[in-house]
């Protein structure tokens, strides 16, 4: 009796160490399916960003951390988010305001799109001075600025809210379509502001 029990319980021990191994495995390839799931939404999906800086304000404010969409399709006044022209490693954010096609024109502090009066309470300039409104956010149009009337295929003409204060398609440019890596609608911090980002002109 002796001698079996001995060799039932020399027998166990080998299964025992078998199922640890197989628990350790199984944990391994569950973090490891995890941790892809995890980078291919961050890679492909949404992200988190951060604001840098005063040029959307008042819709956005430096620190703010907000979600980004990867793979919404853009529309004007969608705020988005690219590479920095001629600034390796930064990220700018800002609203469209001029699809392929559009006819973009400010005058007198007033911005028109294809001829039309666009309201942009996403805008507030009051406690701007009139001499900075004329020096900084003086009158242009597509023609001035980029010496075509129209924005082109497959670009966006893309503005910061805070327009005294703001490097954007008027100093470089347009965008192309395939620079920019997502639109941002949803603030996540702070918690006093949580919620989803206002778009004017729906």
């Not at 973090?31 to 892809?36: A, E, L, N, Q, R």
């Not at 949404?46 to 919404?72: F, R």
């Not at 990220?91 to 799109?113: A, S």
Request: hydrophobic share 35%.
């Amino acid at each position: 009796m002796k001698d079996s029990s001995y060799r039932e319980n020399k027998n166990k021990k080998p299964e025992k160490e078998k199922t640890l191994i197989q628990e350790l495995i199984s944990t391994l390839l569950y973090i490891i399916v995890i941790t892809s799931i995890f980078l291919c939404i961050r890679l492909y999906i949404i992200a988190p960003v951060s604001v840098e800086g005063a040029s959307m304000e008042p819709t956005l404010q430096d620190g703010d951390h907000l979600i980004l969409n990867k793979v919404s399709d853009v529309d004007r006044f969608d705020v988005i988010v690219f590479p920095a022209p001629e600034e390796d490693g930064k990220q700018f954010i800002k609203r469209v305001i001029g699809l392929p096609g559009d006819e973009i024109t400010f005058q007198d502090q007033t911005l028109y799109i294809n001829g039309e009066t666009i309201e942009e309470d996403y805008v507030d300039l009051s406690k701007v001075s009139d001499s900075d409104l004329q020096s900084l956010n003086s009158d242009f149009n597509l023609s001035s600025l980029e010496g075509v009337e129209q924005v082109p295929e497959d670009s966006y003409f893309v503005l910061g809210d805070n327009r005294v204060n703001s490097k954007d398609s008027r100093s470089f440019g347009f965008i192309s379509r395939n620079n920019v890596t997502g639109k941002t609608s949803l603030r996540i911090w702070p918690l006093d502001r949580l919620g989803f980002i206002d778009k004017s002109n729906d």
